[in-house]
């Protein structure tokens, strides 16, 4: 048997708390012997988000679970997009482009964030502010 998760829950991760909000990363190479993606459940605290940014090597999806925001993607001939998104909203950004988040609501915003290929989540950890709380629950 594997030491890898197949069923797998926020306390069964490390949490990466920034001052925007908390990364709980359910499968990434270190969680599940997942081999192309990572798939994270995003918690955005209202009025604050992703600053602009790009991940060079990856694509990504975030589905919103709950709360509203605004959803920004910048298109390679310079060209801006910005979108009121909720519930039920799946943005695709491509590959390299910039893009932000930001939680226009009053509750927490909860988004689940996909990269395609996984890569992203790591570079997160190394962010200068963010905390690592480890899993609440053991894997024994």
Same mark, same amino acid.
């Given at each position: 048997m594997s030491d890898k998760l197949t069923f797998i829950e926020p306390a069964d991760t490390e949490t990466q708390v920034f001052d925007w909000g908390r990364l709980n990363w359910l499968s990434e190479? @270190?969680?599940?012997?997942? *081999?192309?993606?990572?798939?994270?459940? /995003?918690?955005? %605290?209202? +009025?604050? &988000?992703?600053?602009? $940014?790009?991940h060079p090597y990856?694509?990504?999806?975030?589905?919103?679970?709950?709360?509203? @925001?605004?959803?920004?993607? *910048?298109?390679?001939?310079?060209?801006? /997009?910005e979108k %009121?998104? +909720?519930? &039920?909203?799946?943005? $695709?950004?491509?590959?390299?482009?910039?893009?932000?988040?930001?939680?226009?609501?009053?509750d927490t915003m909860e988004l689940l964030a996909i990269y395609a290929p996984f890569g992203p989540e790591a570079e997160l950890r190394k962010l200068e502010g963010v905390q690592l709380e480890p899993p609440t629950r053991s894997r024994d």
């Amino acid at each position: 048997m594997s030491d890898k998760l197949t069923f797998i829950e926020p306390a069964d991760t490390e949490t990466q708390v920034f001052d925007w909000g908390r990364l709980n990363w359910l499968s990434e190479p @270190g969680v599940t012997a997942a *081999e192309r993606f990572s798939a994270g459940v /995003v918690r955005l %605290e209202p +009025g604050k &988000g992703h600053d602009r $940014h790009n991940h060079p090597y990856s694509e990504e999806i975030l589905y919103v679970i709950s709360g509203k @925001g605004l959803q920004m993607v *910048e298109f390679t001939d310079g060209s801006q /997009v910005e979108k %009121e998104i +909720g519930a &039920g909203t799946m943005v $695709h950004i491509p590959t390299a482009l910039f893009h932000s988040t930001i939680n226009t609501g009053d509750d927490t915003m909860e988004l689940l964030a996909i990269y395609a290929p996984f890569g992203p989540e790591a570079e997160l950890r190394k962010l200068e502010g963010v905390q690592l709380e480890p899993p609440t629950r053991s894997r024994d």
